[in-house]
């Protein structure tokens, strides 16, 4: 079987395709990514050069080079995770999200039209939801959930959700759809929460918690995420969607104390900056329709996770120091520069 993994020289994406490698040594993995700033070629090593492995530095929008692609390769499963995925950016500018997340899709899905793909799989996130009051703990997103999605990167991830849907109705093409909450773990862009807090910490730089640090995430291990993908390719039916969730809710304030102290950093580090715009309060996923109908359940715990994804980034410094003394240092002026400590 050939998997096409869009987007594998990012965080989940790279994660997914050393997961199915380990789990379907059998299989042929062809990676599609355009390496943009969070794209490392650098996580592939272990991989590249590998037989049953091929990678193909290309642009999901450019159809073009799908065509070309699906002719060469026809794929027999289609994992799109290449995205425009990180929050401040699309509030910063929210074109490339749209371009990438919605019309990157769109070439993706009629490139498996053409080509009679046997399966598609959209990979997105509880963001297209919207977010939940903090005084309303009952309140879960279920996949009936209406989208209401708050920020540009959710409302081009709830396009591109919807329009993944409509392909499997009018044209019969056979996709799942998943929507994941917070992931952590190893090669995670230390833009997201945790790797930012690890690095920073790590230089003994300051922890920047946006607004009251009250905001709640719900936190999956990444190669849960990795499983439960698989999970629905084996068993989810077409034209269905499937929330992912860790059932691990946390207080960013709280994760970021536990950051502290488990690099045996003082809290004095943490300073509470300006609020991020439109901050969505709390996610929380009903993931029970995944463990009832297909029997998935996370494996991780978030101590165990949280010690892991720790123990990665201090035995892996070089592959996130390199990151963050190249461009990445402008982008950090940028959303952080001007953002006054609050405390
Ligand atoms: P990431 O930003 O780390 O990686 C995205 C990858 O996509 C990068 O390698 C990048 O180079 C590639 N890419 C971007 N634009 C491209 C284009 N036009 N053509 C080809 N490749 C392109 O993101 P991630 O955190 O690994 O997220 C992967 C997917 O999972 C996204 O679709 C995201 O919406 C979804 N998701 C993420 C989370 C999370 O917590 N990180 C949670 C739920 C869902
Ligand atoms: P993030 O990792 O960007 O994921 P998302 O916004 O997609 O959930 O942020 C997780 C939470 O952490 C979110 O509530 C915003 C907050 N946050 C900070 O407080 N400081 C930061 O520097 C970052 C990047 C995020």
């Not at 081009?156 to 993944?164: F, G, I, P």
């Not at 068993?235 to 969730?245: A, D, F, T």
């Amino acid at each position: 079987m050939t998997v096409l993994v869009t987007g594998g020289a990012g965080f989940i994406g790279a994660n997914f395709l050393f997961y199915w490698l380990k789990a379907h040594p059998g299989d042929r993995v062809v990676c599609v990514d355009r390496l943009t700033y969070a794209g490392n070629l650098s996580t592939l090593a272990a991989v590249l050069g590998r037989p049953g492995f091929r990678f193909i530095r290309a642009d999901i929008c450019c159809r073009e080079g799908m065509e070309r692609l699906f002719r060469e390769e026809r794929p027999d499963v289609v994992v799109n995770f290449a995205a425009e995925s990180h929050v401040d950016r699309s509030i910063d500018g929210p074109e490339v999200f749209l371009q990438t997340n919605v019309m990157g899709t769109a070439a993706l899905l009629d490139a498996c039209r053409k080509y009679e793909t046997p399966r598609f799989h959209q990979v997105s996130t509880d963001e297209v939801y919207g977010d939940l009051p903090l005084e309303r703990p009952d309140l879960r997103f279920t996949e009936e959930t209406p989208l209401q999605a708050s920020s540009p990167y959710s409302a081009s991830k709830a396009a591109a959700d919807l329009l993944v849907l409509a392909y499997c109705r009018t044209y019969g093409l056979p996709a799942t759809v998943s929507r994941c909450s917070n992931n952590y773990g190893p090669f995670q862009f230390p833009e997201k929460l945790i790797p930012l807090m690890i690095a920073n910490a790590l230089q003994d730089k300051p922890l920047p918690v946006y607004g009251t640090g009250r905001n709640v995430r719900d936190w999956l291990y990444v190669e849960d995420h990795c499983r439960a993908i698989d999970v629905i390719l084996q068993r989810g039916r077409p034209g269905e969607v499937y929330n992912i969730g860790g059932n691990h809710e946390m207080e960013n304030i709280a994760l970021v104390r536990r950051i502290c102290q488990e690099l045996g950093k003082p809290e004095s580090l943490i300073a509470y900056v300006a609020d991020r715009k439109g901050h969505d309060l709390r996610y929380a996923i009903d993931s029970g329709k995944l463990q009832q109908e297909l029997g998935w359940q996370p494996e991780t715990s978030f101590e165990e996770g949280i010690r892991r994804t720790v123990r990665w980034y201090l035995e892996n410094r070089s592959w996130w120091e390199e990151i963050v003394s190249g461009e990445y240092r402008d982008y950090y002026q940028k959303m952080y520069g001007d953002r006054q400590a609050l405390s």
